[in-house]
T-cell receptor, first 115, second 116 residues
Framework: AQKVTQAQTEISVVEKEDVTLDCVYE???????LFWYKQPPSGELVFLIR??????QNEISGRYSWNFQKSTSSFNFTITASQVVDSAVYFC????????????FGTGTSLTVIP | DAGVIQSPRHEVTEMGQEVTLRCKPI?????LFWYRQTMMRGLELLIY????????DSGMPEDRFSAKMPNASFSTLKIQPSEPRDSAVYFC??????????????FGPGTRLLVL
């Protein structure tokens, strides 16, 4: 079973629109960690955010914000006022305390921001 | 601070040849991961090491793949013999894993492998 589901395979938005990338996870652990990574066209994987299961406080970093809801097992990522440079594939990942250091990655959402 | 370093960045080889990919993790990190990324299969974990010891190699496709970590600052992923279906981007990542904490994995730039 997929531990991390990113149901949106591809999304296209026009520049300056807001966009939300969905991430749903599955775990039985009470202690776990959630991550988002960005993979721009150049190919590298860039870390964006880490959240632990005890911290449900939403986070905002500039135009980026993350909404963590344990009740729905979701960790969604919103980009406000999107820009062309936001075009990338975004990956959500889960790490469980009881399964060591392994990360479970979603299949990624490809975001295209149209100028 | 230097990030994860991978070499080579690009490799083109012919079927049957041996390929060796190299990785230098971030200094102080004690966990190292090898991933493979393809369009068809996405990002796959091949193997990971903790304190230089292989912990889980269940993702290694077959016996043609092997990985070593002789010390805390170096790891190799070897494919012998290589096949066209091995063509992919291979990422190395490292993290610091404490007893309780799952720390962030930081990725190298990747090695783009093309097997003809």
């Amino acid at each position: 079973a997929q531990k991390v589901t990113q149901a949106q395979t591809e999304i296209s938005v026009v520049e300056k629109e807001d966009v939300t990338l969905d991430c749903v996870y599955e775990t039985r652990d009470t202690t776990y960690y959630l991550f988002w990574y960005k993979q721009p066209p150049s190919g590298e994987l860039v870390f964006l955010i880490r959240r632990n299961s005890f911290d449900e406080q939403n986070e905002i970093s500039g135009r980026y914000s993350w909404n963590f809801q344990k009740s729905t097992s979701s960790f969604n990522f919103t980009i406000t006022a999107s820009q062309v440079v936001d075009s990338a594939v975004y990956f959500c990942a889960l790490s469980e305390q009881n399964t060591g250091n392994q990360f479970y990655f979603g299949t990624g959402t490809s975001l295209t921001v149209i100028p | 601070d230097a990030g994860v370093i991978q070499s080579p960045r690009h490799e083109v080889t012919e079927m049957g040849q041996e390929v060796t990919l190299r990785c230098k993790p971030i200094s102080g990190h004690n966990s190292l991961f090898w991933y493979r990324q393809t369009m068809m299969r996405g990002l796959e974990l091949l193997i990971y090491f903790n304190n230089n010891v292989p912990i889980d190699d269940s993702g290694m496709p077959e016996d043609r793949f092997s990985a070593k970590m002789p010390n805390a600052s170096f790891s190799t992923l070897k494919i012998q013999p290589s096949e066209p279906r091995d063509s992919a981007v291979y990422f190395c990542a490292s993290s610091y894993a404490g007893v309780l904490n799952q720390e962030t994995q930081y990725f190298g730039p990747g090695t783009r492998l093309l097997v003809l």
